[in-house]
């Protein structure tokens, strides 16, 4: 059975380059992050989802 990821590619990347991990990501792909940056990765689009939520629309 495979896993579909919640986030998009182009978001996880944006997310990596703001962060500054993006490069690890080039070049050992995304198993070669730390943890903790793994982490702070999903916080941030946690982050940006509650901004979301909370704009008027």
């Not at 059975?1 to 590619?9: A, D, L, T």
């Not at 997310?15 to 903790?36: C, H, M, N, P, Q």
Request: no cysteine.
């Amino acid at each position: 059975m495979s896993r579909k990821g919640i986030m998009s590619k182009e978001l996880k990347e944006e997310i990596a380059k703001d962060l500054g991990f993006y490069d690890v990501v080039k070049t050992e792909g995304w198993g070669g992050i730390k943890s903790r940056d793994a982490g702070n990765m999903v916080k941030r689009a946690i982050e940006m989802a509650e901004q979301q939520a909370r704009s008027p629309k």
